[in-house]
């Protein structure tokens, strides 16, 4: 089964990039789907199907797969943005794997 | 405006059981697949189990096979979870989310319903 690869935690200052990876081989085969968490609530999609974004979610938002990492990119980081990520991949047996999580924390 | 919304959550002692429901609202019940998802505080997500619009296939995680139970009941827009024998390790936040397109992701998921199981 899948287990994807999340770095613990990414800095960023406000009004720069944070990129998230995720990391499984050949995850660029599977359609990868990216969550927000803040805390005490529910986790929110932020983008699906590798690039596409939910209606309401900003297009600071983006996401790229390729070969073995996933890409979550946030672009211009706003406070508001500070929260926990998770990637997200469905196996041929129709179970769902989430990655480890990263904590984007805003300087 | 789609909502879901789970009760029947509770604190319960090793080996007891529980039934958590999860309110549909605001779109085509019938229509979509749902999920149960849950996550320990602290931790990330963990899914749990899955069905069908039809409630024709059912899926669950090796963690809660042969002791939780997914339906649902498409005239009352209500997805269930039957929990039984539980374990310490099954404290957790359970969540109800809507799968969407081919089911491979959740859209929209309810609050949360706290499950604590101890002695």
Redesign the interface.
Known sequence: SYVLTQPSAVSVAPGETARITCGENNIGRK?V?W?Q?KPGQ????VI??DTER?SGIPDRFSASNSENTATLTISRVEAGDEA?Y?C???DS?????????TKVTVL | EVELVESGGASVQPGGSLRLSCAASGFPFSSFEM?W?RQVPGK????IS?ISSASS?K?Y?DSVKGRFTISRDNAKNSLYLQLNSLRDEDTAVY?CARA??D?????Q????ALVTVSS
């Open positions: 359609s789907h969550f968490q529910a986790p929110v999609l699906y199907y939910p926990d998770y997200q991949v469905w047996s129709h179970h769902y794997v989430f990655g480890s999580g | 999920t998802v990330g997500p963990e899914w899955y296939t899926y995680a969540y969407i397109r089911g491979q992701t959740m859209d998921w309810g609050q949360g």
